[in-house]
């Protein structure tokens, strides 16, 4: 019988450990009253985790989504591309949508706004260190001014029947690291669960990130916290969890062209067991199958820019990608990109 890792990150200090399969533990996240398994869950990326991305990824076993980033002063302003990105389908639950402002009156209204589109959570972020968001006073710019932070949570909690969560940083540089003081501010202000990403603003996502901030914002505050950075396959995910502590780890820039990654975490931590990487024909297949998405829901015009990207990280790694990633960003049409995945593949068949 094999027991979960997850059994010994909880029960590191007994030996010898209850041999006990995760399946008959019932491992979940609670937030509220809306349970999350505790695998791993997908990170919010502004231009990447759209819907499409977001159900692929929930098709291989990802526990949890938040969406793209969306302004609140775009929102109340009713810009169309803002009620665009709050759209969630009935397969993504459970799932959050994500608002960023600056404005605790504003982030209320956005709040509300939002709940139209039906999230089990509103997420506040306070993590972005992009310059258009964090040079505009949110994002991870909020973490300068934690009383301000706090009044935004409170606007938002007090405006939503839903649970709030919070995403923010280990701080803005390396001279103001303030994870620990933040989240006891935002767990005072009504947070139900927090989220860390274990970099300073500055830091951006170089170099690796500290886990260590991550099991002591744990060790500070009573609600859920999740945790984020540096995971990318199923033993550094069940490495967090014993590093840190954390109630779910979330994964980002680790889902890229791998959004099998949530399969493979999932079944590790139920039996121990590593799952091969797909083979190249299965990559090929849901890489089309994510494309098609993409095209569905925006049309094939906008959806191949969007798709260039996605399919370079699907590509990468094989042998001979370079010269297909290249050709990746001129994509234009589907059919163009079909054609690259079964001459990748007729490659690799001449190759054996």
């Known amino acids: ?41 997908l990170a919010p990326m502004a231009g990447v ?16 989504v938040v969406g793209e980033m969306v302004s609140s002063k775009g929102l109340t302003f ?7 990105l709050l759209y969630s389908s009935p397969k993504e639950h459970p799932c959050a949508a994500q608002i960023f402002g600056d404005n605790p009156a504003t982030m209320a209204q956005a709040a509300q706004m939002a709940m139209a589109y039906q999230p089990d959570f509103i997420d506040i972020n306070m993590g972005c260190p992009a310059p258009k968001v ?3 006073g949110g994002g991870s710019a909020l973490m300068k001014n934690p009383k301000l932070a706090g009044e935004i949570t409170k606007a938002v909690v007090a405006a939503v029947p839903v649970p709030v969560t919070v995403k923010f940083r280990k701080g803005w540089d390396e001279n103001s690291i303030n994870a620990v003081e933040f989240a006891k501010i935002q767990e005072e202000s009504g947070a139900s669960a927090l989220c860390i990403h274990g970099r300073t603003r500055q830091q951006m996502y170089a170099p690796s990130a500290d886990w260590d901030i991550i099991a002591a914002v744990k060790q500070a505050v009573t609600v859920p916290v999740m945790g984020n950075g540096d995971v990318t396959d199923a033993l550094s995910c069940a490495k967090m969890y014993q590093h840190t ?18 399969r493979q975490i999932q079944h590790y931590l139920q039996t121990g067991e590593l799952l091969p990487e797909p083979s190249l024909e299965e990559k090929m297949e849901t890489m089309l199958r994510h494309v098609q998405l993409i095209c569905q829901y925006k049309g094939e015009r906008v959806a191949m820019r969007e798709a260039r990207k996605h399919a370079a990280w699907y590509f990468k790694g094989e042998r001979g990608s370079a010269g297909f990633r290249r050709r990746c960003g001129e994509l234009t049409q589907y059919q163009d990109l079909a054609l690259m995945a079964e001459e990748m593949l007729e490659l690799r068949h001449r190759e054996l």
Not at 78 to 84: D, I, N, V
Not at 250 to 256: K, L, P, T, V, Y
Request: glycine share 10%.
């Open 78 to 84: 009713q810009s169309t591309k803002s009620e665009e």
């Open 49 to 64: 985790a759209d819907r499409a991305f977001r159900e692929i990824c929930k098709e291989f076993g990802c526990a949890y």
């Open 1 to 41: 019988m094999l027991v979960s890792p997850l059994f010994f990150c909880y029960n590191k200090y007994r030996w010898p450990p209850k041999r006990l399969l995760y399946q008959e533990r019932c491992i979940f996240l609670k937030i509220g009253t809306i349970e999350i398994e505790k695998t791993a869950g």
């Open 134 to 136: 964090a040079g505009n």
């Open 245 to 262: 502590g954390c109630d779910l780890v979330m994964i980002g820039r680790g889902a890229q062209g791998r959004p099998w990654v949530f």
